[in-house]
């Protein structure tokens, strides 16, 4: 490996002169240490999205019934609609009646004895 070495870079590179034979430069410009200082905070996405990858869900309100935010969220300057604050209805007081299961219709129930 070392003659193979040697062969490849026999010409092209130069020895280095020893250190007495240094040249010393009189104007010689202080570069100093760069600024590697990181920003604070979370560095930013700089990740393109894949083609592949769906786009984010639009919420809509359950109080105000506009799109974009969650009723955690809400601000209290949207437009609420009072209509549907009241439509609510909890499902464990709600009463049934017979007129919601067969829409008005009366059957007659005949009631058999014996069994």
Same mark, same amino acid.
């Given at each position: 490996?070392?003659?193979?070495?040697?062969m490849?870079?026999? *010409?092209?590179? %130069?020895t280095?002169?020893?250190?007495?034979?240094w040249?010393?430069?009189?104007?010689?410009?202080?570069?100093?240490v760069?600024?590697?200082?990181?920003?604070r *905070?979370?560095?930013?996405?700089?990740?393109l999205? =894949?083609?592949?990858?769906?786009?984010?869900?639009?919420?809509? !309100?359950?109080? !105000?019934?506009?799109? %974009? +935010? +969650?009723?955690?969220? !809400? =601000?209290?300057? +949207?437009?609420?609609?009072?209509?549907?604050?009241t439509?609510?209805?909890?499902?464990?007081?709600?009463?049934?009646?017979?007129?919601?299961f067969?829409?008005?219709?009366?059957?007659?129930?005949? +009631?058999?004895? %014996?069994?």
């Amino acid at each position: 490996m070392c003659f193979r070495y040697r062969m490849a870079y026999e *010409g092209a590179i %130069g020895t280095l002169p020893d250190k007495d034979q240094w040249q010393v430069v009189e104007d010689v410009v202080d570069i100093g240490v760069p600024n590697t200082s990181r920003p604070r *905070g979370r560095p930013k996405k700089r990740r393109l999205p =894949n083609f592949l990858e769906k786009d984010k869900k639009v919420h809509k !309100c359950s109080r !105000c019934s506009l799109w %974009g +935010h +969650h009723r955690s969220t !809400c =601000n209290p300057l +949207h437009k609420i609609n009072d209509d549907t604050m009241t439509q609510r209805k909890n499902p464990l007081t709600m009463e049934t009646t017979a007129e919601d299961f067969n829409d008005g219709v009366e059957y007659e129930y005949l +009631h058999v004895d %014996g069994f």
